[in-house]
């Protein structure tokens, strides 16, 4: 089942997140990180536990970003899909046009819709948090992934 | 998570007709930044930018009448015990119709469906809170987190507004 998380959620969404960021896959996220972006997220729940997470962040008027996707490894397969479809609908709902993310899984979101495009073809808005990042800007090895809602 | 308008501190009303209060989407931003940013012009609540808006647009609800944008309020969660009604603002012309109390109740909904257990506010309008639930409270009773968005606040540390707060039942 995919849902909104409850504050209660949190303590299991920081474990799957930061186990994934532990592996180098994605950006490790904090506490404060989660509770003051908690409306950002959905969740998959599969027996009462979290199975997997996932965040549209709202970037600009059109623009919506994909973050902070993981599953737990006994979580099905499919489940991260369904958590990005859930995200996408929902950007549709909020009036965005475009939603992207930053990837090593480029395969997954091109699976789902997504084109691989130049880091460059986004507006410099999308690059908020590349800043902070120690791989900017020379050595991200990251692969842009962009959908236009419109077309989906 | 459905409330009841008694919980919600309420007890009889009905909402001003024609009126609804929805999420609000990346279309009704700079309405909203108009609408705060006119109240924050003269001082009676925070300026905020387009981009802190679009930032957190889910934390927004808007009322509406006839697709006019009337009022805005925000509902902000600071931390797993915590969160905090911002950026409430009914247009001029608008007010003294339970357009605010009409967010309110929603924003506390808002609150109760993510499970937190206590809603603030800083306010100059603490009459206003008190009417829908929430209970005058000290400034530094609430948890230093609060202060991490008030040392960027022009006023700080001369603040001159009201700490307002509301107890919620949570449920699972």
Redesign the interface.
Known sequence: MIRRPRIQDVPQMLAIINARAARGEILPRSQNYLCQNIRDFYVAEEGGRVAACGALHVLWSDLGEVRALASEPWAGPAVEGQIVRALLDEGRRLGLERIFAFTYFAEFFVDLGFAIVERESLPRVAWRECIDCVKFPAACDETTVCVELRKT | MEIGLEQRGMGQWAPPAGLRVRPA???D?EEIVRLVNTYAARGEMLPKS??QV??N???FSVAERDGEIVGCGAL??????LAEIRSLAVAEGERRRGIGGLLVQQLVGDAC????PQVFALTYKPEFFTHWGFRVVERESLPRKIWVDCIDCVKFPQCDEVAVLRDLEVG?
Do not use: A, K, M, S
Not at chain 2, 76 to 81: A, E, I, Q, T
Not at chain 2, 113 to 116: A, F
């Open positions: 989407t990346v279309r931003v387009l981009n679009y930032q647009i889910r934390d902000h969660v600071l931390w797993d015990n469906e993510l499970g937190l699972r």
